[in-house]
């Protein structure tokens, strides 16, 4: 099942990570520019990669900035990356 | 050959923070970092630092001198030493040798040196304690002591806003005030790479590494820990996790579902002391009645990780 940018937003909601409506975040623009520090952005990819139950290599974490980013790397890579056999 | 099987447990803690500080709010501007983020996410506003003449075991024999000062054992009477350590200055004796010699503890007397980071406090409570308790010894003394300042990149933004000096001397004897249940332990040594002094003998950390571990692994941990024992989140006075960073102690108290009230937070005026950091901790809130039952829970370079429950010999399970 294809990672869709609502995903993101519910997994952007639970994180906690900030006060503003997970919705309103433009998907392409990268989310440092929108108010989240780097704290906040690991904290998000470990929710993700809690909530869809897979893990993401530290090289490949480096270049995930917006949330279109994130979906489109996790819908390429997901059986490379899930914990699922 | 006798065991002897008595109790024995936490009786007292000496400690010792170097006086010297080091601002972070000074070098905002070198990292490009807000103020908001120093207060909310790294939680350290000054950094203790030992000054040059100071050293580990310079350190370790403060503190024991405040564990003498808080009425501490004889030192007559003290039959094992261990000191947990990654920098103890020269490699070449022991630590807890020198420690040794210098305090003039008696020659009946076992020492050893631990080799780990900021699961050192929570490992060497149970080495310590199952090593006296083998070999049937009343009194013992366990220290902490990783002055990261003498391998820190003042140039290194993951690092140099983080790591303070200090040291502690835990006594471990008959009439406790806490006594340990059964403890956890794990590693993930296929991530050991990500906090290390391998390159250049300065400290490196992969930041985003060190949360994802953190996060994954201590809250299972804790769960496991307080299934193992027998005890709920709801029977515990205090959490006391390793002050890795305000981030992650929010985040674990967050991911645990914890009181934040419950949850400790100490390293604003002297940053993340590697191993002592519990112990600095432990040592006050040992001395408010109210707090019966703690969770001590430390993890770091290994990547490793360990947590004990704590109890008042009073208080029934």
Request: aromatic fraction near 6%; glycine fraction near 8%; proline fraction near 4%.
């Amino acid at each position: 099942m294809l990672v869709t940018l609502e995903t993101l937003h519910t997994i952007l909601g639970k994180a906690e990570i900030t006060e503003k409506d997970p919705a309103s975040f433009d998907p392409d623009v990268p989310l440092r520019e929108q108010g989240l520090d780097s704290l906040d952005m690991a904290t998000l990819v470990f929710f993700v990669e809690t909530e869809l139950d897979l893990s993401i290599p530290h090289q490949q974490y480096k270049l995930l900035t917006s949330l279109s980013e994130i979906a489109a790397a996790i819908n390429t890579n997901r059986q490379e990356w899930s914990h699922k056999p | 050959m006798t065991l002897q099987s008595g109790i024995i447990g936490v009786q007292g803690i000496g400690v010792h923070i170097p006086p010297g500080r080091a601002s972070n709010s000074d070098r905002l501007t070198d990292f490009g970092i807000e103020a908001a983020f120093l207060d909310n996410k790294i939680g350290v506003q000054k950094r203790a630092i030992m000054g040059d003449e100071e050293t580990a075991v310079g350190m370790c024999l403060k503190a024991a001198a405040d564990l003498v000062e808080r009425g501490g054992p004889s030192l007559d009477s003290v039959e094992c030493v261990v000191v947990v350590t990654q920098n103890p200055g020269i490699q070449i004796p022991h630590l807890s040798a020198q420690l040794h010699g210098t305090l003039g503890l008696r020659s009946e007397c076992a020492c050893f040196d631990v080799s780990l980071g900021c699961s050192g406090y929570v490992y060497g409570l149970a080495a310590i304690q199952a090593f006296m308790q083998q070999n049937g010894l009343r009194h013992g003394l366990l220290f902490t002591a990783d002055p990261y300042s003498s391998i820190i990149d003042l140039a290194d933004k993951n690092t140099a806003l983080l790591f303070g000096d200090a040291a502690t001397c835990t006594w471990i004897g008959p009439d406790p005030v806490f006594t340990t249940g059964k403890f956890t332990f794990g590693t993930m040594g296929v991530e050991h790479a990500a906090l290390t002094c391998a390159r250049n003998g300065r400290l490196f950390m992969n930041g985003r590494a060190i949360f994802n571990f953190a996060a994954k692994q201590v809250p299972s941990d804790i769960t496991r820990l307080l299934s193992m024992n027998g005890a709920a989140i709801g029977d515990i006075d205090e959490f006391i996790f390793h002050q890795g960073s305000k981030y992650i102690v929010d985040t674990l108290a967050k991911l645990l579902q914890l009181d934040r009230t419950r949850v400790a937070f100490d390293m604003t005026d002297y940053g993340n002391t590697v191993s002592s950091s519990i112990p600095l901790i432990l040592a006050k809130s040992m001395t408010r009645p109210e707090n019966r039952r703690l969770v001590l829970s430390g993890f770091g370079a290994g990547l490793s990780w360990a947590s004990a429950l704590l109890t008042r010999p009073n208080v029934c399970s």
